[in-house]
């Protein structure tokens, strides 16, 4: 399968617990992207990198969030210190071309539910 | 600020019907449009996008959708809708001079299909 990859897919865990997702983008796309799904919402952008660059980062993450892409291959979303308003789905999308060129389109991967407890 | 609309929760239409989910959006400047679809507990999948050219935009599984800049509008259609269809759908834009990428989305709109 050369699509995006993500792990684990689902996760439970109790408040205040520090909890850790993994995406694995399209093999040779530059660009990663995570985004935050919560019930009844569409994803909500929480932040990008351009190969190990994180370029932009949305107000939705709070000092509680770090994400890291050390090799610009796969990337880490970490959340420290739980709540029970982290529980989402969290989504990463990978792309390649110019960064918001016409030719630019973002595949998605299947998706980390965290339910906190 | 950028934002998009989709103004109904749910559609409901019969089998081999057409079917017509609907999608406006804001945002200033020249906009790219997108419509992904959702399955339950997966991820997005890229159903097909506009940029420029043919109002008319055609994509997958028979999918189109048609950007209408007057009315600000890039609404799904399908001509004869599949039960296989029944899922959720998003509207998504972004700035055509964007240099990030990232996409602003609606709230999303499930289509049921009924056999």
């Known amino acids: 399968d050369t699509g995006v990859s993500q792990n684990p897919r689902h996760k439970i865990t109790k408040r205040g617990q520090n909890v850790t997702f993994r995406c694995d983008p399209i093999s040779e796309h530059n660009r990663l992207y995570w985004y935050r799904q919560t019930l009844g919402q569409g994803p909500e952008f929480l932040t990008y990198f351009q190969n190990e660059a994180q370029l932009e980062k949305s107000r939705l993450l709070s000092d509680r969030f770090s994400a890291e892409r050390p090799k610009g291959s796969f990337s880490t979303l970490e959340i420290q210190r739980t709540e029970q308003g982290d529980s989402a789905m969290y989504l990463c999308?990978?792309?390649?071309?110019?960064?918001?060129?016409?030719?630019?389109?973002?595949?998605f991967g299947p998706g980390t539910r965290l339910l906190v407890l | 600020a950028q934002s998009v609309a989709q103004p109904e929760d749910q559609v409901n239409v019969a089998e081999g019907n057409p079917l017509t989910v609907k999608c406006t959006y804001s945002v200033s400047g020249n906009p790219y449009l997108f419509w992904y679809v959702q399955y339950p507990n997966r991820g997005l999948q890229f159903l097909l996008k506009?940029?420029?050219?043919?109002?008319l935009v055609k994509g997958s599984y028979g999918f189109e959708a048609e950007f209408n800049k007057s009315q600000t509008s890039f609404h799904l259609k399908k001509p004869s809708a599949l039960v296989s269809d029944s899922a959720l759908y998003f509207c998504a834009v972004r700035h055509g001079s964007s240099n990030t990428g990232k996409l602003i989305f609606g709230q999303g709109t499930t289509l049921q299909v009924k056999p």
């Open positions: 506009y940029i420029t050219g043919d109002n």
């Open positions: 999308a990978s792309s390649s071309g110019l960064a918001g060129g016409p030719k630019e389109t973002q595949y």
